[in-house]
């Protein structure tokens, strides 16, 4: 089955760059979603297609994509941006959805 | 705006069957793909189940295939997935959300499987 690899834990002090990996083999033809969970809330798309952001977030949110991995990267992060994030994706023929395990970010 | 309500959650012993609602609003809801996705208490999310606008097109994670289906009524703007024979690990809050990039997600329903 189809799996996509996060770290389990990133952790930044304020104003520092947070970077967020997601290794996948069906990533370079694929596009990766990245998900932002607060502590008992549902989940926020924060980045889709690789890079675009939705309205309403903040643009130290940016997404990247090459070959195998795709990166969420907070620039400046700020204490709210504490939260669980998750990347998503297909497999190869696309009937397959499957989010990485999930990685939890500290700002300290 | 977007709206997602979940609904028909709740306590079942392992075997029993359970059917969740979504119902859906300030959106043409019969122009969009649907998931369902869950959580089990303290772990990640995990896709469950997709329908394409018209309902021709459905896929379910392997992990209830044959057990759950999916579906959708147009008419009522409201999706539906039917659980049967549940499992303890099938306890989660299950999630309804919009198309393939899930950019709207409901606040989730609990359904829980004891006895």
């Known amino acids: 089955s189809y799996e996509l690899t996060q770290p389990p834990s990133v952790s930044v002090s304020p104003g520092q760059t947070a970077r967020i990996t997601c290794s996948g083999d069906a990533l370079p033809k694929k596009y990766a979603y990245w998900y932002q969970q607060k502590s008992g809330q549902a989940p926020v798309l924060v980045i889709y297609e690789d890079s675009k952001r939705p309205s309403g977030i903040p643009e130290r949110f940016s997404g990247s994509s090459s070959g195998t991995m795709a990166t969420l990267t907070i620039s400046g992060a700020q204490v709210e941006d504490e939260a669980d994030y998750y990347c998503y994706s297909t497999d190869s023929s696309g009937n397959r959805k499957v989010f990485g395990g999930g990685t939890k970010l500290t700002v300290l | 705006e977007v709206q997602l309500v979940e609904s028909g959650g709740g306590l079942v012993q392992p075997g029993g069957s359970l059917r969740l609602s979504c119902a859906a609003s300030g959106f043409t809801f019969s122009s969009y793909e649907m998931n369902w996705v869950r959580q089990a208490p303290g772990k990640g999310l995990e896709w469950v189940s997709y329908?394409?606008?018209?309902?021709?097109?459905?896929y379910y994670a392997d992990s209830v295939k044959g057990r759950f289906t999916i579906s959708r009524d147009n008419a009522k703007n409201s999706l539906y997935l039917q659980m049967n024979s549940l499992r303890a690990e099938d306890t989660a809050v299950y999630y309804c959300?919009?198309?393939?990039?899930?950019?709207?997600w409901g606040q989730g329903t609990l359904v829980t499987v004891s006895s």
């Open positions: 959300a919009r198309e393939e990039s899930f950019d709207y």
């Open positions: 329908i394409s606008s018209s309902g021709s097109t459905i």
